[in-house]
């Protein structure tokens, strides 16, 4: 088989793209969807070229995604917190953004040096305020997606987003408000939104608050059982002897 010489330069011209083993084998635990993972990917091959505002057309016709849908999803990169937007003023007066993904370095770093699990991440108090702040956004993000079996969309990005930057949920509380969704089927951000609400108006600090909550919403229940009167149902009430009722 001949093969063609511009082929070939075209082949060695457009370089090699290098990627940390450790990204693939890890990238949910920092919060990354596998859609998210190719538009990185993608990304990284222009920012790798030399071009650190990568075309999101020419990502686009790389993935066979709208234009659109490949920035979608670097947006909700940024707002997990593992990427920055950084604009600049170029000298003819044009407005550029650049991509800066050290965020989501530091939260690889922070797996690799911080423990295995989310939760020992999140525990680790030696973590700046904000790579902590980052790390349990990104957990919230991840564990939401994982319960619903499919990506966030962008509304339901930007609600989670103000939960807590608007409404300082706990993220402990969130979490605990997954599974109580999950508990009782209704796998949505207005039952979850609800239950946190609740919490918050009710003044409860700990976990333990809501573990009183339940138990006693047990314990009612219970007794709400033991009090049905069982009201026989095979009475013939046309062969009744009411005399014996007056």
């Known amino acids: 088989m001949t093969v063609d010489q511009d082929n070939v330069l075209a082949f060695l011209n457009n370089g090699h793209t290098t990627l940390d083993n450790f990204l693939l084998l890890h990238y949910r635990e920092i919060g990354m969807n596998n859609e998210e993972l190719l538009v990185y990917i993608q990304t990284k091959v222009g920012i790798d070229q030399g071009n650190r505002e990568p075309s999101t057309e020419l990502i686009s016709q790389a993935i066979g995604w709208p234009a659109k849908k490949v920035f979608s ?142 138990q006693q919403h047990r314990q009612y229940k219970q007794l709400q059982d033991d009090e049905v009167v069982d009201i026989p149902t095979n009475v013939d009430i046309l062969n009744v002897d009411w005399n014996k009722f007056k």
């Open 73 to 214: 999803y670097l947006d909700s990169m940024r707002k997990k917190g593992l990427v920055n937007f950084k604009s600049r003023h170029a000298s003819d007066g044009k407005v550029t953004t650049e991509l800066d993904f050290n965020p989501l370095y530091i939260a690889l770093l922070n797996i690799k040096s911080g423990g295995n699990s989310a939760n020992e991440r999140v525990a680790n108090q030696g973590m700046p305020n904000l790579e902590k702040e980052q790390t349990e956004r990104a957990d919230i993000y991840n564990l939401i997606e994982q319960e619903f079996g499919r990506p966030l969309s962008q509304i339901e990005m930007e609600t989670i987003k103000q939960w807590f930057d608007i409404d300082h949920f706990d993220p402990k509380f969130i979490k605990a408000a997954v599974q109580e969704a999950v508990l009782n089927a209704a796998l949505n951000l207005r039952y979850i939104e609800t239950i946190l609400v609740s919490w918050q108006k009710k003044n409860y600090h700990s976990l333990n608050d809501i573990k009183n909550e339940r």
